[in-house]
């Protein structure tokens, strides 16, 4: 959604999921990507963590695609103008991503007329998060700020009205949150900024959200920078990466920061 293409200067835990490769798989990608030399750890030893986050968030998206609720919300969306608004696709994703998070505490930034927040908020009324608490940021004062967001899911919407890098200065938003939604605007730079000042903030496997990922190279990098590699095998070394998992659905793109209950 719409603000201001300006250079932005810089709680819970995530399940720990893992799978094990199915054996018949095992030995097509040790012939395929393993190393050559004594001494290569066995790619069994490879952890593939938060697994079932692709079946849930895909079930999530569905029921949504094909809910009242959506086919409501887009006939507003038409009503309203759809310039600058997510498509259902990303409003199905988007609201499947928070179903399955759960999340308490969320920050987004782009707030615009409220279509990003009434599918946050919906995830949150289903998922019966009651004290959960959306913070939405939106600086355009000529805009119908969050128009199309349903009376009854108001009471989890905190609206916030001024450019981003001012807020955060502030005492407006918790030091700590639980997600964090990307939809403001999408220069390199700005994004890059707004990535780098909410991954500080999030909680340990916190979700950051992101819309319009294709716009540039910036969530791409961040991702490409979370992680680390071993320096024999060239694999992923998870105790080193920070996050858990990432991925692009349409236009949204995501990322969980890694979690670890000892110090959440």
């Known amino acids: 959604m719409r603000a201001p293409n300006k250079k932005f200067a810089s709680t819970k835990a995530a399940a720990n999921i893992q799978v094990a490769i199915p054996v018949n798989q095992r030995h097509l990608l040790s012939r395929i990507w393993s190393p050559r030399g004594k001494g ?11 697994y079932d986050v ?19 919300m887009m006939r507003r969306r038409t009503a309203h103008g759809s310039h600058g608004l997510m498509a259902a696709l990303d409003c199905a994703t988007l609201y499947a991503l928070t179903r399955w998070h759960r999340p308490s505490v969320i920050v987004e930034t782009g707030g615009f007329v409220g ?31 969050w128009a199309l967001v349903p009376d009854d899911l108001r009471h989890s919407l905190v609206p916030l009205r001024g450019r981003v890098e001012d ?14 939604l990307h939809d403001s605007g999408h220069t390199y730079w700005h994004m890059r900024g707004e990535f780098r000042e909410f991954w500080r903030r999030l909680s340990n496997g916190g979700l950051l959200v992101s819309h319009d990922v294709h716009m540039n190279a910036a969530f791409a990098k961040f991702v490409t920078e979370r992680y680390a590699h071993d320096k024999k095998t060239g694999l992923l070394d998870r105790s080193r990466s920070e996050h858990e998992e990432w991925g692009r659905w349409g236009y949204i793109g995501f990322t969980i920061k890694k979690g670890d ?4």
């Not at 290569?40 to 593939?48: A, C, D, F, G, R």
């Not at 079946?55 to 029921?63: I, K, L, P, R, T």
């Not at 009651?130 to 004062?141: F, G």
């Not at 807020?167 to 964090?180: H, S, Y």
Request: proline share 8%.
């Open 54 to 72: 692709w079946d849930d968030v895909a079930s999530f998206a569905a029921e949504m695609r094909t809910s009242d609720f959506m086919a409501e």
């Open 261 to 264: 209950p000892a110090n959440a």
């Open 167 to 180: 807020i955060v200065r502030t005492e407006k938003l918790p030091a700590k949150i639980d997600m964090f």
């Open 40 to 50: 290569t750890p066995p790619l069994e030893s490879w952890p593939l963590p938060l």
């Open 115 to 145: 279509l990003s927040a009434t599918f946050i908020l919906k995830a949150l009324a289903d998922a019966n998060m009651v004290n959960a608490r959306l913070y939405s940021i939106e600086s355009d004062e000529n805009c119908e700020h």
